[in-house]
């Protein structure tokens, strides 16, 4: 980046910063809310983008590792009492790696729509256990927990008000987006866009692409966890809905809206996503997916490049 | 100590194809009812540039592909630096000296020049690194600006690779190759689809680096062949058909008769 582009997205980068941390002061509390969902719905697109976008693996298996992260963490929060935010965390982010770890065993040595197919039956078969293992996780009715407070062991604790969750939640937001970026511009996230411009000729200058692969599931599985363990504390219930792979669906549909490989724009699709969604069905009722889809196929074929790759190319122009 | 010596010498005597750099052992392709590869026996010394040249379909690109893990051969074995490498996958036989460029261009075209000699000079050091910016890392982009001066496009650095014309590509694929500090450089019709003056630059350039590498180089044209190489190799329906100097080979009747005179 030239010295003024980084000017600019440093600006742009603190001007929407400020932004969300205002938000919760002059929004009411439906719009509130809905903007920390779009905020987490955005991490788990974003950490789906390490796939899709940089290294050209396109997973349906994140609504699995995001369900193990909420499921993780309402293990942590039912088991332990007084509930704890830190043993959430972990719980959550251990479940949704160890399910990565295995996802990505035995996903990475397939290629393009076999990739995809075995993450879609991997994440359907955390479905089926999940449904069907009624006295663990509560099966179909899922199961609900209270919220920990907001602690440091020994250090404070602080009840989580409604604007304290959304600062939490932002806060965790933009600390992974920055981590990601930073992977992303790394010699490993180098080795990634590697292997989706040219994956043989990658493997033939040295690098084990296979293991390079799983890493990347592993990441990106990692971080789809911590978005399910900021949704667990938002709505406090496990359900498993969010397992299913309609889930999957939704965030590569946010990335391809978004504009692949650039970390921000999925967050940007969730957001033009969910909004679509809460607009259209307050006119249309449920119908309103007719409508959202019709909106989707046309994005795909005018803005190949998603909504962030029009929003550069008119700013360049 | 001098018994020790002895000994040493003794059993450099008794193997004298472990001092070659690679060899083949009856290497053999197939693929269905096609035999690509037919025994092949072959050994090129550190240092060597050795010609192979062959009509179309002699198996020149399949043994490469052979050499260089892409193609695991249906029996025989390859040595490699004292190393059996027989079946080993393309990244390890990368990471142990053998690079090679392609006879269709096989580079990243969506990246810059720069970016596709450092993704391979990044090969050998801090692939791992997931939380220091690539640009840190100075010894890599030396690396990778010293594979570009070699092959002449060092000028070129920021260009979409993709950009470049048809020749420069062609160097770009030995630049990637060479990004990898390999000891074996496999060299698969470098000047293919070139001009008369590009060809010429472009054998300079291999001139060049082969001061510092052990070279194996399929090519058509013959004036290169023999003014390039110390020794060619012949492969004719996947066998070795004759083996010599640039002198011996232009006066083999079977050669003549099978290669040169078309
Ligand atoms: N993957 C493959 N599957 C089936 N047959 C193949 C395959 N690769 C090569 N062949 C066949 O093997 C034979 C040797 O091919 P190869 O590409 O090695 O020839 P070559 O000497 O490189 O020829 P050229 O000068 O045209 O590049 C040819 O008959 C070719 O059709
Ligand atoms: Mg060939």
Known sequence: MSRRRTTVYWTGFCVILALLI?????????????????????????????????????????????????????????????????????????????????VAYFSTRLRDIYFAITTLIFSQIFYVIIFTWTEVTGGENGLTFSRPPLAIPGLFSLRFAPNTLHWFVLAVVVLSYLLLRRITQSPFGMVLQSIRENEARTRAVGYPVERY????????????????????????????????????????IFNV???????????????????LREGLSRFFTEYYLIFVGLIFIAMVIFLPQGLLGFARRWLNH | MSAALGLERIGAESMPR??????????????????????????????????????????????????????????????????????ASPDRISRKGIARSYQITNILPNATTLENTRIAAQS????????????????????????????????????????????????????????????????????????????????????????????????????????????????????????????EIQQNPRVLEVYLKT
């Open chain 1, 213 to 252: 692969k799983m890493v990347a599931v592993m990441l990106s599985g990692l971080f789809a966890g911590l978005a399910g363990v900021l949704y667990a504390l938002q709505n406090q219930f496990a359900a498993p809905d969010f397992v299913f792979f309609l889930v999957s669906g939704e965030v590569v």
């Open chain 2, 124 to 247: 050998r050091r801090h692939g791992w690194s997931l939380l220091t910016h690539h640009r840190a890392y100075r010894d890599i982009i030396e690396k990778a600006e010293e594979a570009l001066e070699a092959v002449g496009l060092r000028g070129k650095a920021g260009e979409l690779a993709a950009n470049l014309s048809h020749g420069e590509q062609r160097n770009l694929e030995i630049g990637i190759a060479l990004a990898t500090e390999p000891q074996l450089l496999c060299l698969d019709e470098p000047t293919a689809g070139m001009s008369a003056a590009e060809t010429h630059d472009t054998m300079e350039l291999v001139r060049r680096i082969a001061k510092n590498l052990t070279i194996l180089i399929v090519e058509h044209d013959m004036q290169v062949v023999m003014e390039l190489a110390q020794r060619i190799t012949v492969l004719h329906y996947g066998e070795i058909l004759a083996e010599g100097t640039p002198s």
């Open chain 1, 257 to 275: 809206i978004g504009g692949i490989g650039t970390l921000v724009g999925p967050i940007v699709g969730a957001a033009f996503f969910l909004l």
């Open chain 1, 22 to 102: 205002m938000a919760p002061l002059v929004l009411p509390e439906f719009w509130r809310r809905f903007l920390t969902e779009i905020l987490i719905w955005g991490l788990l697109a974003m950490s789906s983008d390490i796939l899709i976008g940089y290294t050209g693996m396109v997973s349906f298996g994140h609504s699995a590792f995001f369900g193990l992260g909420i499921y993780g963490a309402a293990a942590a929060l039912l088991s332990v009492s007084p509930p704890s935010l830190l043993l959430a965390l972990l719980s959550g982010l251990v479940a949704a790696a160890a399910a990565a770890a295995f």
């Open chain 2, 18 to 87: 472990a001092a070659s750099l690679l060899s083949t052992e009856d290497l053999t392709v197939r693929f269905g009812g096609l035999t690509a590869l037919n025994r092949v026996n072959f050994a090129v010394e550190h240092g060597e540039v050795r010609a192979i040249i062959g009509p179309n379909g002699a198996g020149k690109s399949t043994f490469f592909n052979c050499l260089t893990g892409v193609l695991r051969p249906s029996s025989g074995h390859i040595r490699f630096d004292g190393e059996d490498i027989t079946g």
